[in-house]
């Protein structure tokens, strides 16, 4: 079996609009497509042409990226909740501390 084709939104309009003026058979000979694929495309085009293709490409990464960072700021705010506490506890006991050393008369 054959490595999978990643496709541009670019070539798909182009593939879309030539099929205007082409027969579709010769669109996929000339680009090694099947003809369901060409199909598809027509079809997602004819439905929604302003946001055809958009599945993949930068979309993905940036929802990507975007969900790395709120885990990472998730992360930092655990960490910054568990030093504010530790931080308290050391206080607490430098002060228990200070009273069995220095006990006031």
Not at 63 to 75: N, P, S, T
Request: with cysteine.
């Amino acid at each position: 079996m054959g490595k999978k084709r990643i496709f541009t939104k670019e070539f798909k309009l182009e593939i879309v609009r030539e099929s205007e003026t082409k027969p579709a058979a010769e669109i996929c000979r000339e680009h090694n497509l099947q003809p369901q694929l060409l199909n598809r495309w027509k079809k997602e085009h004819d439905s929604n042409p302003k946001d055809a293709f958009s599945g993949h490409g930068k979309i993905w990464k940036e929802d990507a990226k975007i969900a790395h960072y709120e885990r990472l700021v998730g992360q930092l705010y655990a960490e910054i909740d568990f030093l504010k506490k530790t931080l308290a506890r050391l206080q607490e006991l430098r002060a228990e501390e200070r009273r069995k050393r220095w006990p006031i008369q």
